[in-house]
């Protein structure tokens, strides 16, 4: 029963840095692009990857 007045004060503590990092996240743009990333892996870039083999 000891334990649970030391496991209430630090789960309020996790969840308050979460809730930290979640509006830092937000504010400094973290998902204002979320279709970019999604749509570049279907994409091959061939040029590159030849200039890369080309140089070695």
Same mark, same amino acid.
């Given at each position: 029963?000891?334990?649970?007045?030391?496991?209430?004060?630090?789960?309020?503590?996790?969840?308050?840095?979460?809730?930290?990092?979640?509006?830092?996240?937000?504010?400094? =743009?973290?998902?204002? =692009?979320?279709? #970019?990333? %999604? %749509?570049?892996?279907?994409? =091959?870039?061939?040029?590159?990857? %030849?200039?890369? #083999?080309?140089? =070695?």
């Amino acid at each position: 029963m000891n334990a649970i007045y030391y496991l209430i004060p630090l789960t309020l503590l996790l969840l308050a840095i979460a809730i930290a990092l979640f509006f830092w996240a937000v504010n400094n =743009d973290q998902y204002s =692009d979320l279709d #970019r990333e %999604s %749509s570049q892996i279907l994409f =091959d870039d061939k040029k590159e990857n %030849s200039k890369k #083999r080309n140089n =070695d």
